[in-house]
């Protein structure tokens, strides 16, 4: 059994802690520990009353999430709670770290609870696609309240300690938590007072009742936050139960029947696949665990444009010193000014104090010369996209950093290999490619040079930690994992315009398909200019997927930020209108290049668009470019809007089938006669074996890396 429950008594008070480390999940041996000794504390006569803690930095950190979908041993943890509930003894639960999910339930079903200043209390079983399961959505409502426990249900979030308090959830709190917890139970159970159970408590239940408003709200708050997702709406049901129905237990029984449909549901195994997926992407498989990692006590970025800016904040938000460079010193004022707004927007929003504010702008720094940057521990490259720009950075940082700092490139696909080695210190140069807002997007794409160093990997990947990002590794490819993908992708999105379909169409079947944004949406906001103007400095002609976009160019339309696209907009909002007056343009060029015009149905625009996205999944893993199919999960999810209910693309394929998956592509590949379709090697093999995709195959088994010299493909990242 995993886990176990230690029993000590101070001054008649049976103190039971809660010991699983690191962070006291509710395994197996927990859950009996905790029922063997509330039994032992009330068949002891000599007992007055019971604290319930945990071991360590956390009180009990949730379920353990490694039981899920297989079959729960020994004790339940709703035996447990009834146990803890109905004990004749005051229980008091003495909060002292993290309470979250189940942890935060079991507290709930003590008579009392005191948490310590920093602890932190939440149910966030919405994130795994869940609700709480154990009384939780009953017996929260009715401390804080059904309007704030939706809120906190719903969005998942840490609540800290003053806050719980505020709302109910806690009575107290303390410094010195399991001491004063036994002191207090000592008085309650001195006291004749009846030890309070929080399912008893009706009053704000009876209070909201016929109040739709709330209900409404949480509905709303769900369709805006939680797009497509089955977990929420089950999580209203309970708590609209909680209102409506007299007796605790019929609640209880309605979360329980609603919890097993949650469970039961594959969105449950694709957010618990991205769960898990996070935590593997992290770990570099032929990088030791062991591997020592370099101290970072300063940054240095060059650049302090859209990126540049952003990546300072994330440095600054996770306490890290962080010098800015720029050659143009207009450019570098606008910046700083860019990142103070952002602190300030927070401050007005109530998310920072000004003195927080004042703190962590203080850590920013910035000036025009180089010298300032030599004693940093990283520097990261933020200026143009162009290769020789980056060159005669690169040898200047070489000739001024310390020697034994990281040089990062956020190059969006630049061979850092070409960059890596105008140093004298190629191990220790690496590509770490952020998402724009940098200081907002989690994703962060660690790319691995041919001789990058495992101690340069592992520090990136433990800084990645630090700035809270998902760090994910890819090897130096074009357009590494991500953007490799989005080339087909939104190729194929032009091609379903240039055979039929038009932009709103596309984006509206994609967008139900669960994505943040259509591609066309999409390609208004990045701007229809950029690849436009880099043909025309070429003198290369349009690409057929091209054709369309550099035709409304001609035009004047750039998307957003002229106002017009593949949409129009009006001044000041990112809304976008249809625009009839472009399908004249896309009649012509079809015409123009032996298309007919037909109706295309929803199913084959997402059938088509995510294919793409698969089978290039597919040939980056089978590569070796990523390291395994969920990492390239990781990096849809967090960096293009992919449903995370969906688990990823490499999951959705899996989910689907991969026979099924080759067949489809198969038929794609007959009636457009597009390579994009035609089914990855690693794909059909795994498919006759009825295998799914997993890790990426043994170095000798890989395929040949696509390289940078393939020009026409890079040039298109
Ligand atoms: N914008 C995005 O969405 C995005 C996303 C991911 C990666 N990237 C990559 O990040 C990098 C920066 O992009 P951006 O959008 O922030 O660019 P930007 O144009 O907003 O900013 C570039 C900054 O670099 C400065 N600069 C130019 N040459 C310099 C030099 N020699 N020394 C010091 N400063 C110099 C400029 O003055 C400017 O302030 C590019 O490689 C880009 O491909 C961009």
Known sequence: MKGTVLYDVKDNVAVLTVDNPPVNPL??????????????????????????????????????????????????????FNKLEHCSKPVVAAINGIALGGGLETALCCNYRIAANTAFVGLPEVNLGLLPGGGGTQRLPRLAGPSEALKMMLTGGHIPAKKALDMGIVDSISENVVEDSI???????????????????????IEARGNDKILLEAQAMAAKGRKGQFAPGQIIKCVEAAIN???????????????????????????????FGERAASKISDVPKDTPVKEIKKAGIIGSGTMGGGIAMCFANAGIPVHIIDQDEE???????????????????????SEQKDAVFGLVTSSLEYEDISDCDIVIEAVYENLELKHEIFKTLDSVVKPEAILASNTSGLDIDSIAAVTKRPELVVGTHFFSPANIMRLLEVVRGEVTSDETL??????GKKLKKAAVVSLNAPGFIG?????????????????????????????????NMGPFRMMDLVGLDLGWRARKLSGK????????????????????????????????????????ENEELYERISQENGFTRREISDEEIVDRCILALINEGANILSEGVAQRAVDIDVVYINGYGFPIWRGGPMHHA?????????????????????DVYKPSELLVSLAENNLKMGDAPAKADRKEKLGFEMSSVANNF
């Open 654 to 674: 899996n989910a689907m089938g991969l026979d099924v998956v080759v067949e489809k592509l198969n038929k794609y590949k007959e009636l457009t006669g597009n």
């Open 27 to 80: 395994s197996d041996g927990v859950r009996t520990g905790l029922y063997e000794c509330v039994t032992k504390a009330e068949e002891d006569d000599s007992i007055k009353g019971i604290v319930v803690t945990g071991n360590g930095r956390a009180f009990i950190a949730g379920a353990d999430i490694s039981e899920f979908g297989g079959n729960v041993e020994g004790i339940s943890l709703n035996e447990v």
């Open 183 to 205: 002191k207090f139970a000592i008085e309650k159970a001195e006291s004749s007072e009846q030890h309070p159970k929080v399912r008893d408590l009706n009053e704000k239940m």
């Open 458 to 463: 592992a520090t990136v990947m433990a800084v």
């Open 245 to 275: 129905l007299d007796d605790f237990d019929e609640g209880l029984k309605k979360e329980g029947e609603l919890f097993l449909e949650c469970l039961l549901h594959p969105q449950r195994e694709a957010m618990i696949h991205i769960f």
């Open 331 to 353: 450019n570098l004022k606008r910046g700083v000014s860019v990142i103070e707004k952002n602190y300030d927007f927070m401050v007005g929003k109530g998310r920072l104090t």
């Open 541 to 580: 002609e349009s690409p057929l997927h091209a054709k369309i976009g550099d035709e409304l160019c001609e035009q004047n339309r750039y998307g957003q930020k002229n106002g017009a696209g593949y949409y129009n907009y009006t001044e000041g909002s990112r809304a976008p209108n249809a625009a009839p």
């Open 483 to 515: 953007n490799r993908m989005l080339f087909g992708y939104t190729a194929q999105a032009n091609m379903l315009l240039l055979e039929g379909a038009l932009p709103h169409q596309i984006d509206q079947a994609l967008e139900s398909f669960g994505l």
